[in-house]
């Protein structure tokens, strides 16, 4: 799985799960949980989706804003783990 196929099945899932507005143009750089698109809660809801859809475990000490608040922040840490 490359890097873009990752970044668009995570945009997909925060539009419709997490947002839920297919609509909405999520930008690479925005700030999902900053700009207030996300809460916390659905900072788990994304560390259970990312375990369950790349088998990667997320620690609930980096289920944070500060390391996971974009899209490119959020691809980063799953490439990170399947290297």
Same mark, same amino acid.
């Given at each position: ?13 925060? +539009?419709?799960? /997490?947002?839920?507005?297919?609509? &909405?143009? %999520?930008?690479? #750089?925005? *700030?999902?949980?900053? *700009? *207030? ?10 560390? +259970?989706?990312?375990? #369950?859809? &790349?088998?990667? &475990?997320?620690? #609930?000490?980096? %289920?944070? +804003?500060?390391? /996971?608040?974009? %899209? #490119?922040?959020?691809?980063? $840490? +799953?490439? $990170?783990?399947?290297?």
């Amino acid at each position: 799985m490359n890097e873009q196929s990752i970044r668009e099945n995570i945009r997909t899932f925060i +539009v419709t799960e /997490l947002i839920r507005d297919d609509s &909405y143009n %999520l930008k690479n #750089d925005e *700030g999902i949980i900053t *700009g *207030g698109l996300m809460d916390s809660f659905a900072l788990a809801e994304f560390g +259970v989706f990312i375990e #369950d859809e &790349y088998d990667i &475990y997320i620690p #609930d000490s980096d %289920l944070t +804003v500060a390391n /996971l608040d974009t %899209l #490119d922040q959020m691809v980063a $840490r +799953v490439m $990170r783990d399947m290297s």
